[in-house]
């Protein structure tokens, strides 16, 4: 958590941008070329997802302080699509970004040391450690209670690696069971001081801990009163953009120091390209359309928190 507050602080960008690489969202050329060389193949879609990813990466990594693929839309490209998955996270890596694993795991016992040594840690294999995907933090779902989270803890420790809680998620039906009550609070205000709870003995010098919890843009008023309630828990803030998430709505979750807050758009980023307000740079420039799009969000942000003050 302190390596991303201080490339957060560094660029002056509290934003990630979402690998959720779709095929469907990978320009034509890119398709063409690779559906040439490996047939009509997942070995095709995960070179056509990669090569993606890197020019977006390329496009966006001197002013994006993260990125955060989305495990699902590898997965389904079988083991080739978890390739382009491994290699995407090196890449983003080497290019100097945080990499948030959005794989939003949920077990228990050694089956959550299984995930936490897979997304953060090592395996050993035959008396040496390899490590698997290497990310810098994951997503994970507490809702299982604390078997879940703290076999990830020593992990995080060990590795100097962080979680995101899933507190409050930016789905239409998440009130269904997260606004619930138990006794006078909500399911997510429960959940959120257990993100506290977790959390307090791994707070860094910027007062953060390595638990954060993940809190959707889309419900702006119900997680204002979160901010106050959980000083110590940085948010990854996702449902801006595609989702209608704001500036305006995000102010509240930042704390009076500027930090806080990391905020996540995904397609709005990365197909950005098809969008009528940046279709002037076409398909074969769609990592210069995915930029522009990250510089209007930092626009956003930046002039909503100025003007909350």
Request: glycine share 10%; charged share 25%.
């Amino acid at each position: 958590m302190k390596r991303l507050i201080e490339r957060i602080a560094q660029l002056q960008n509290p934003s990630v941008v979402g690998l959720d690489s779709l095929l469907d969202y990978i320009p034509q050329h890119i398709k063409e070329e690779k559906f040439a060389q490996y047939g009509d193949t997942f070995d095709a879609a995960a070179q056509a997802i990669l090569a993606y990813n890197k020019e977006i990466i390329d496009a966006i990594c001197d002013i994006v302080p993260a990125v955060k693929p989305q495990a699902a839309y590898y997965e389904m490209y079988s083991w080739q699509g978890m390739w382009a998955l491994c290699e995407t996270v090196k890449y983003a890596q080497e290019k100097g970004m945080i990499v948030i694993m959005d794989g939003k795991r949920n077990d228990i016992g050694s089956t959550m040391q299984a995930y936490a040594k897979a997304h953060l840690g090592v395996s050993e294999v035959n008396g040496k450690e390899l490590s698997a995907f290497g990310s810098d933090m994951l997503t994970v779902n507490g809702y299982l209670g604390s078997d879940g989270i703290e076999p990830l803890l020593p992990i995080c420790d060990e590795k100097d690696k962080g979680i995101f809680v899933l507190v409050k998620t930016s789905n239409p039906s998440s009130g269904e069971l997260q606004d619930q009550k138990i006794g006078d609070k909500s399911i997510y205000e429960t959940m959120g001081a257990m993100c506290e709870q977790w959390g307090e003995k791994t707070q860094n010098s910027y007062g953060y801990s390595r638990v954060g919890a993940v809190v959707g843009a889309t419900y702006p008023q119900q997680l204002s009163e979160m901010r106050q309630k959980m000083p110590h828990t940085f948010f990854l803030v996702p449902g801006y953009g595609a989702q209608g998430g704001q500036g305006k709505d995000l102010v509240h979750f930042f704390n009076e120091d500027g930090l806080g807050a990391i905020v996540n758009s995904s397609r709005g980023i990365i197909a950005a390209y098809k969008q009528e307000k940046y279709a002037r740079f076409g398909e074969e420039n769609f990592g210069d359309a995915s930029r522009a799009a990250v510089e209007d969000m930092i626009a956003d942000i930046d002039g909503a928190l100025k003007a909350a003050k």
